[in-house]
């Protein structure tokens, strides 16, 4: 299949942002009164979906987007402190130069992504979509392609989560799994994605395809 949209996630798909995430998760979990998590735990939860996830820490529903914004706003002044994964920024210019369309789908903030990615990879996406739930992105994907002016079977949502799985088959387009990021791609395979990329090289697929 051939994909003309490539649209990311941005945490745990292009930003290695996990170790920042569990060097405030048990900062925002005092904060805002759910479990601390040590090493061996955090670990074990990247076999777990997101629901699953909050259900073990004690997190309702509610409480998530407070936690969200308070994960942002720490991530807003210690952005210098996270780095794309490698080969990252090689694949996002060789899918622009071979005419691959790009998008950023993010719960994080618009601001965070762009500092993270600097001004030159930034400018390669046509939009972002930033700052949602994560249970809300389907809404935000169907936007993008909308826009884009795409045929949906040649749009693909590229994520780490299996919430990411579920909104774009929401979305109705095609559900790009990374083994790189938070969940494990045995968790991400629970939701049958289409594509499946071992490393960020293995994005390169896509410009061969457009």
């Not at 941005?10 to 060097?23: E, H, I, N, Q």
């Amino acid at each position: 299949m051939s994909y003309r949209l490539a649209i990311f996630d941005f945490d745990g798909t292009l930003a290695d942002s996990w170790p920042f995430f569990m060097s405030v998760f048990n900062e925002i979990a005092d904060q805002h009164g759910f479990r601390r998590v040590d090493a061996a735990q955090a670990e074990q939860l990247r076999h777990y979906g997101p629901r699953d996830i909050m259900r073990h820490v004690g997190m309702p529903a509610w409480k998530l987007p407070i936690a969200s914004r308070s994960f942002i706003d720490r991530m807003r002044g210690a952005t210098g402190r996270i780095a794309l994964f490698d080969g990252i920024a090689h694949t996002l210019h060789e899918l622009d130069r071979n005419g691959v369309r790009l998008a950023v789908v993010s719960s994080n903030a618009e601001d965070n992504v762009r500092h993270v990615l600097g001004p030159e990879l930034a400018g390669l996406m046509g939009q972002y979509e930033c700052g949602m739930s994560i249970f809300g992105k389907a809404a935000r994907i169907r936007k993008v392609v909308r826009r884009a002016t795409v045929p949906a079977i040649q749009a693909l949502y590229v994520g780490d989560q299996t919430t990411d799985g579920d909104a774009a088959r929401r979305a109705g387009i095609a559900f790009g799994a990374v083994g790189w990021g938070y969940a494990s791609i045995e968790a991400l395979r629970r939701v049958a994605p289409e594509c499946e990329f071992g490393t960020p090289a293995d994005l390169l697929s896509l410009a061969s395809q457009a």
